[in-house]
């Protein structure tokens, strides 16, 4: 449900919906067939919050499907 890679200065986090997401959180977004794409860059652990933990999960659940 997810795609992790980590890079130089931070770990990016790759996760679908079924729906677009409207967070601040979210680096990057898009379209791919009938589904969402949305990628999260995390530099430093303390940036994992409430509300990365609930996109994360978005994507959990939209796994499971």
């Not at 200065?9 to 967070?23: E, T």
């Amino acid at each position: 449900f997810l795609i992790i890679r980590p890079m130089s200065k931070f770990i990016d986090i790759k996760f679908y919906s079924d729906q677009p997401i409207k967070s601040s959180k979210i680096f990057k977004e898009g379209e791919y067939g009938n589904k969402y794409y949305h990628h999260i860059r995390i530099k430093d652990e303390s940036e994992v919050d409430h509300e990365i933990i609930n996109l994360l999960r978005i994507g959990y659940d939209y796994g499971l499907k």
